[in-house]
T-cell receptor
């Protein structure tokens, strides 16, 4: 099976940088995804990592280390609208996505 | 591209009635569709996976006779909650996938079900 862990809650200040960590245990790793979910809405895709390293997309970056079973999502220049839950999801070969518990991020003025 | 719609967005029903939720991929063919349930302040829990024209695969603990899934075409899947009870009240989200190997899932906007 798969086991995914994320911090439950984080708080940061508008304009700052925040790093949300995700650790996982799986066999047959085939990709890690990050999603953003605002309350009462469906998740929206943010990033995908399958090889080690950093993927950058504007204010959002995601990093993966397969040997450590570790990923992080980095959010720069935080805005109030970034207050949301951030879900880490892992896919293994021949298996469905497994979502982590999610991290609720609160951005304060 | 890769838009998924769900209908209805909200539904309130009486205990004992059945509710059908539709999930449509609007601009792509979804080889696989997924149904998730999400309780407040919790993460998504996969209920079942369905491929067009075949029976759905249910996750452990999900009653297949209570949550009926029909994947009639590459763009439509339906979830019917039969004989709904208050404990079935939840946020139901579907997603579609174009490719099993590398693609992300594209999520619908979700359906808020409240059973009185």
């Amino acid at each position: 099976g798969q086991n995914i862990d994320q911090p439950t809650e984080m708080t940061a200040t508008e304009g700052a940088i925040v790093q949300i960590n995700c650790t996982y245990q799986t066999s047959g790793f085939n990709g890690l995804f990050w999603y953003q979910q605002h309350a009462g809405e469906a998740p929206t895709f943010l990033s995908y990592n399958v090889l080690d390293g950093l993927e950058e997309k504007g204010r959002f970056s995601s990093f993966l280390s397969r040997s450590k079973g570790y990923s992080y999502l980095l959010l720069k220049e935080l805005q109030m609208k970034d207050s949301a839950s951030y879900l880490c999801a892992v896919r293994a070969y021949g298996q469905n996505f497994v979502f982590g518990p999610g991290t609720r991020l609160s951005v304060l003025p | 591209g890769a838009v998924v719609s769900q209908h209805p967005s909200r539904v309130i029903c009486k205990s004992g009635t059945s509710v059908k939720i539709e999930c449509r991929s609007l601009d792509f063919q979804a080889t696989t569709m997924f149904w998730y349930r999400q309780f407040p302040k919790q993460s998504l829990m996969l209920m079942a996976t369905s491929n067009e024209g075949s029976k759905a695969t249910y996750e452990q603990g999900v009653e297949k006779d209570k949550f009926l899934i029909n994947h009639a075409s590459l763009t439509l899947s339906t979830l019917t909650v039969t004989s709904a009870h208050p404990e079935d009240s939840s946020f139901y989200i579907c997603s579609g996938e174009r490719s099993r190997s590398t693609d992300t899932q594209y999520f619908g906007p979700g359906t808020r079900l409240t059973v009185l």
